[in-house]
């Protein structure tokens, strides 16, 4: 106990003494556990979804609504720009900052095309009459699909962001941990779309 | 143009009620004296960088608790005003619009606003301290999550001057709470007081799990930590799991009412019935997350004013981590009458039991760690003592109300309310009284007056059971929660007096506790020793009030009462009278931030402008949030190192005065 | 603990406020209603209700008792005092035997007592028909803001705020919401269920005995909730022929004009009906599906509830959207109110 063992204790103190603890691996660890409070928000929205998505209310429903191109294209834009995030992180493990910082922008880009895809895709319902407010389906479809799509424009500014600080910093370790969490984040809606594509989408058009 | 702004100004402010007349005048009065008096003694910076803008767990725990005791007294203020109301029949003292609201913010205030600060407070004192370490995981998150529990609840709380209050219950069901039948602006302060307080409290539930994880002192395995720590790791993992669900739900019901959209509604597809399971998939859960922090400090206080070690941990631990489980498996017993079937409803009954296995085996290892003690009757032991025949009834009450057939004719009646009331104050807020006055000398160095503390304990018990006890018999005579007034005809007039009068008890009991920390501080009993209860864990290895970097050495633990082992030891004779000197190194320690707060007055300025449906509030609100966090992220310079000189001088100061 | 000064005052005011308390209590239970409604049944359901709330009472009482009393015997003999004999153990903290028997305690009584209820939750659904002799008789049931309306299909009559039952015979209640959810309960006769828009629920009561029940909304529903009681007669067979018969000749139609103004919301007196528009409980039911009552396509607005309706009608009568589904809502309508009242 502190004094009393502060004798035998003493070669911990070094150790331990700095906050006794990486400092970045601790941050890493808090965003695992804040993915999971994610996938349970994600998870409840899923849910309602499900609950809600033949709730038509005399509308029309997804089969009819969908457009599979767009989609598709999207899928493919976002899996790719999860490539690439993966590439950034091999770059920064290599310790090239240049490397780095390009596929940052890759991924940026994709990610935004991604999101303009998505706005098109959502400009284009609501101009057809098929907006948040038609019915308890389409209620459903955009909070869901919408609140991906602001997990990633959050992804995006957040990313910009790091961009900025890398080209300022280089790869510290403080940057480092902070490209790990974002490309952490990335691979993560990643998933969620996988999810968004098969329960929403196809299963929807089937 | 006079004209309009009058318009406004009356659609603005709550008017025509001499008590919102009375409240508008008290909470003006009270603002400009706490300004006048900050100014007048020139406490302004002291304020702004000792509290306001500080990221030490220790401070941020007093605030969250001082928060708390200010809320308790709103919602006591209102559960004063509903049950005069509701003393004798046809009563007008409050009209029903307004009994509605009281009941909403009554409950609301209770659960969210004064049992979640308080608990909140509670981890942030005592968690760090039990585990040895000098901070929680993320302080700046920590701050970050006070500023916006606390101006979530102004936001809420504003709702009584401004715009008006929620008036459709403390879970506001839909199609109540939908626009259709609910337009004004109180629900949406619901929402947002609640969204923003919300947000704090799961990244609080993060904070803690990361702590608990990663910063326990050398050689404390988890089944080494103190049972209040264990009870905080499993509060946190619930709370991860359960408040998400809160948040979409809430903004669910929020799109609804912003956007039009149909989840809940009527019309349009909308399936209302869906809110009532989702919130209760949070709102289950969270009653075991106010309740299992107060297990955590009964087993605490019980086996230190037994003097002995708490029975049966390994049991303690596992009934902890069952009851986290199960509590998420329970939810739909608060609507057996929906019509689900005999499946659906058995299936919940079951689930429901179950819980009362681990907790009656929670009460029995309390009664054990006692038996062949030595057990002395502090007012921590005392609160402790209170609750175990308050909660066992409470939870006998609790698995008659899991019997499904027989819920139909409990549910919604006073017996519900006497049960729920039973259990939430006499297992929280007890627990949380016996864990403010336990570690009350931990947090400021000087103990709370006694005989004041007794008054107020006698004042409680006695009170709360005249008021809920009668309860459950206008439950049997058919008396149902949220009715705003009833007939003489009904014969309830006489047990409603009876139940009115134990609530005036409990208020003259907070009086007294009010009086009981005006008294201490003026006539402080000064505690020098830093183990003023001659306690067995970490925190009270240190002196009261903690120094900012709480352990000058980390300790390094080989059992589950550590202190208590090395008096053990020191008195037997095999660790020297007096320790060596011990070699301190540099501190690593966290800055101040004033982003916190800032950030925090950013989400109210959204949340404000939302209420209102002003999108150009909403909009600036969030910008500045967003600002904030960019801000924040290019802080390289967020922590300092505390030199060694400066440790041994505080250290010799504090010592020097043993 | 040692004696301070003061304690002994204090110990005074307990025990008065105490005695006090307690006398108040006894007073109250002399002076007020001795009407347990939910131990007091007055038919088959709420008979089986009481039963089940008698057998798990004594069955969690029988932890509940001993414990109690093991609590304050256990805190009395080993309080801490000079000279005290009573053993202390400080390192007891741990015994398998001991805690096998708290563990298994609870799980045996929980269990016995899971096994009776989930008996007991299938014989008391409320949805399973009573068995008995007789036919059941219906009762169509809407919870409005802030009263209740009774529909007697099979008669053709309703009434507002009072249902009259023949005893002895099985009452198959259907029930929906036109207002905000409520709750349906009448203690005496059984528990209660929740009345929600666009469900129908169905709930089986019979009363043994004749009298007058209490029955009241359990499931807060906005301002005047607590106006939302309502009286069960249970009488004779014959008694409820000649109260129907009375209700025939005496009482007026109900139009489709006479229920939008009980959708006004606002307290309102016991009525009874002659008649009422045929497939009104249907009509409540599906008001919010395409093409029901509500128009399908109606948005929140800021409106009451009942403006609303009259705002859509005109609103959509003009708009292109939704015309069909509204001719054919009005057709119906017209239909049948003018069968209805022609009846």
Redesign the interface.
């Given at each position: 106990m502190a004094q009393a063992v502060s004798q035998h204790g003493h070669d911990h103190d070094h150790s331990h003494d700095h906050g006794h603890h990486d400092p970045q691996e601790m941050k890493l660890l808090g965003f695992w556990i804040f993915l999971i409070t994610d996938v349970i928000l994600f998870g409840t929205l899923f849910a309602t979804y499900v609950v809600l998505h033949k709730n038509t209310a005399g509308g029309p429903g997804g089969a009819e609504i969908f457009e599979m191109p767009g989609v598709i294209a999207e899928t493919f834009i976002l899996l790719t720009s999860s490539f690439t995030s993966g590439l950034a992180v091999l770059a920064m493990n290599r310790g090239n900052v240049k490397q780095l910082i390009s596929w940052l922008i890759v991924t940026f880009v994709l990610g935004a095309a991604f999101i303009g895809l998505e706005v098109t895709e959502f400009v284009k319902l609501i101009g057809e009459g098929h907006g948040i407010s038609a019915s308890a389906f389409l209620s459903a479809f955009f909070t869901l699909v919408g609140t991906h799509g602001l997990h990633v424009s959050v992804g995006l500014v957040w990313m910009l962001l790091l961009i900025i600080q890398l080209s300022r910093r280089g790869i510290t370790d403080v940057t480092r941990g902070k490209i790990n969490v974002i490309s952490l984040y990335w691979h993560f809606l990643d998933a969620v779309w996988i999810f968004l594509l098969s329960v929403v989408y196809l299963l929807g058009v089937m | 143009m006079l004209e309009k702004i009058k318009d406004f100004a009356s659609d603005f402010f709550v008017t025509g009620d001499p008590l919102i007349y009375g409240a508008d005048v008290s909470i003006g009065l009270a603002m400009i004296a706490i300004v006048v008096g900050l100014t007048y003694f020139k406490k302004w910076g002291w304020l702004w960088r000792n509290y306001l803008t500080t990221v030490d767990h220790k401070k941020i725990g007093i605030m969250y608790i001082l928060a708390s005791i200010l809320m308790l007294f709103r919602g006591g203020v209102d559960a004063i005003m509903m049950r005069t109301q509701l003393a004798f029949p046809n009563l007008e003292f409050l009209h029903p619009e307004h009994y509605n609201q009281v009941f909403t913010t009554h409950g609301v205030v209770m659960i969210l606003f004064m049992a979640m600060p308080f608990m909140f407070g509670l981890f942030n004192i005592v968690v760090p301290l039990q585990l040895g370490a000098r901070d929680v995981a993320y302080p700046f998150l920590n701050a970050l999550s006070f500023w916006l529990f606390f101006l979530g609840a102004m936001l809420f709380n504003l709702s009584f001057v401004i715009g008006g209050s929620p008036d459709a219950g403390w879970l506001s069901y839909p199609p109540l709470s939908e626009l259709q039948f609910n337009p004004g602006p109180g629900q949406n302060f619901y929402i947002w007081g609640i969204q923003i307080s919300g947000i704090g409290s799961l990244a609080t539930g993060i904070n803690f799990i990361v702590t608990i994880i990663k910063m326990r002192a050398p050689g404390m395995t988890f089944m080494k930590m103190p049972m209040f720590t264990w009870s905080v790791f499993a509060t946190c993992v619930i709370i991860i799991f359960a408040f998400p669900i809160l948040t979409v739900t809430l903004a669910l019901l929020f799109i609804d009412r912003f956007a039009g959209a149909h989840f809940f509604t009527l019309d349009g597809g909308g399936n209302p019935m869906m809110y009532i399971n989702l919130i209760w998939m949070w709102g289950h859960p969270e009653v075991y997350i106010v309740i299992l922090p107060a297990f955590g400090i009964f087993s605490e206080i019980v086996s230190v004013f037994s003097r002995k070690k708490l029975f049966g941990y390994t049991s303690m631990v596992f009934a902890m981590l069952i009851i986290a489980f199960v509590s998420f498996f329970t939810w739909a017993h608060h609507f057996f009458t929906m019509g689900s079937g005999a499946d659906v409803n058995a299936f919940f009954a079951l689930s429901t039991m179950l819980i009362a296995i681990p907790t009656g085996v929670k009460i029995f290892n309390w009664l054990f760690t006692m038996y062949r003690g030595r057990i002395r009757f502090d007012l921590p032991m005392l609160w402790t003592i209170g609750f175990i025949p308050c909660f066992i009834i409470g939870g006998m009450t609790g698995v008659l109300l899991s019997v499904a057939p027989a819920d139909f004719q409990y549910h919604n009646s006073y017996f519900l309310i006497a049960h729920f009331h039973q259990v939430l104050i006499g297992g929280v807020v007890f627990g949380y009284f016996a864990g403010m006055y336990y570690w009350w000398p931990k947090m400021f160095g000087f103990k709370l007056n006694e005989t004041l503390g007794r008054w107020a304990f006698w004042f409680w018990n006695i009170g709360f059971y005249v008021c809920f006890m009668p309860q459950y018999l206008l439950g049997l005579m058919g008396m149902t929660r949220r009715i705003s007034t009833f007939d003489w005809d009904t014969g309830w007039g006489p047990l409603n007096v009876v139940s009115t009068m134990g609530a005036y008890l409990m208020g003259v009991a907070f009086l007294f506790q009010v009086l009981q920390i005006a008294y201490s501080i003026k006539h402080r009993e000064v505690d020098t020793t830093g183990d003023i209860w001659d306690a067995h864990t970490l925190e009270w290895s240190i002196p009261s009030p903690a120094p900012e970097y709480n352990f000058a050495v980390v300790p390094v633990v080989d059992s589950r009462d550590p202190l208590w082992v090395e008096k053990q030891r020191r008195a037997a004779g095999k660790l020297p009278k007096n320790p060596p000197k011990p070699v301190y190194a540099p501190i690593h320690m966290p800055k101040n931030s004033s982003i916190p707060i800032i950030m925090s007055t950013f989400f109210f300025i959204a949340g404000f402008g939302f209420v209102f449906l002003w999108t150009w509030m909403a909009v600036l609100g969030l910008i500045g949030v967003a600002g904030c966090m960019i801000a924040r992220s290019f802080q390289y310079d967020t922590d300092y190192y505390i030199p060694v000189e400066e440790i041994e001088k505080t250290e010799a100061s504090i010592r020097g005065t043993v | 603990?040692n004696k301070?000064p003061?304690?002994r005052l204090?110990m005074w005011v307990?025990i008065i406020?105490?005695v006090l308390?307690l006398a108040?209590?006894v007073?109250?239970?002399y002076?007020?209603?001795?009407?347990?409604?939910?131990?007091d049944p007055k038919g088959p359901i709420?008979a089986?209700?009481r039963d089940?709330?008698v057998i798990?009472?004594i069955l969690?009482?029988i932890?509940?008792v001993p414990?109690?009393i093991?609590?304050?015997v256990?805190?009395w003999r080993?309080?801490?005092k000079p000279g005290?004999k009573?053993?202390?153990?400080?390192?007891?903290?741990?015994?398998t035997k001991?805690?096998t028997i708290?563990?298994g305690?609870?799980?045996i009584v929980?269990a016995v007592?899971?096994i009776?209820?989930?008996r007991?939750?299938?014989?008391?659904?409320?949805?399973v028909a009573i068995q008995s002799q007789k036919q059941p008789i219906t009762i169509q049931v809407a919870s409005m803001d802030w009263k209740w309306l009774f529909m007697y299909p099979e008669e053709g009559i309703a009434s507002v705020n009072s249902i009259t039952i023949p005893e002895d015979t099985p009452v198959r209640f259907e029930l929906t919401s036109d207002?905000?959810?409520n709750?349906f309960?009448v203690?005496e006769l059984?528990?209660?269920?929740?009345t929600?828009?666009?469900?129908a629920?169905?709930l089986y009561l019979q009363a043994d005995h004749q009298g007058t029940f209490?029955g009241?909304?359990?499931?807060?529903?906005?301002?005047?909730?607590?106006q939302m009681?309502f009286d069960v007669n249970a009488v004779s067979d014959e008694q409820y022929q000649t109260w129907v018969n009375k209700v025939k000749t005496e009482s007026k139609p109900m139009s489709m004009e006479t229920y939008q103004s009980l959708t006004v919301p606002g307290t309102a007196d016991k009525q009874t009906f002659s008649a009422f528009p045929e497939g009104l409980f249907q009509q409540l039911v599906t008001?919010?599906l395409?093409?029901g009552l509500?128009g399908?396509?109606?948005?929140?607005?800021?409106?009451t509830?009942s403006t609303?309706i009259n705002e859509k009608e005109s609103e959509e009568g003009q708009s292109d959207m939704g015309t069909n589904?509204h001719d054919g809502m009005e057709m119906n309508d017209q239909e049948s109110t003018d069968t209805n009242t022609s009846n």
């Open positions: - | - | 603990m301070k003061g304690s204090m307990m406020v105490s308390s108040l209590t007073w109250a239970l002076a007020g209603s001795h009407n347990y409604f939910v131990l709420a089986g209700q089940l709330i798990s009472t969690t009482a932890v509940i414990v109690t093991l609590t304050f256990i805190v080993y309080r801490d005290r009573a053993k202390y153990d400080p390192d007891f903290n741990h015994s001991l805690e708290w563990w305690i609870p799980i929980i007592l899971g009776v209820t989930v007991y939750t299938y014989a008391l659904e409320p949805s207002a905000p959810m709750s309960w203690p059984g528990g209660q269920i929740y929600m828009s666009g469900m629920m169905t209490f009241s909304g359990a499931n807060f529903s906005g301002e005047h909730f607590a009681r008001k919010y395409p093409g509500a399908g396509k109606d948005r929140a607005t800021h409106t509830p609303q589904e």
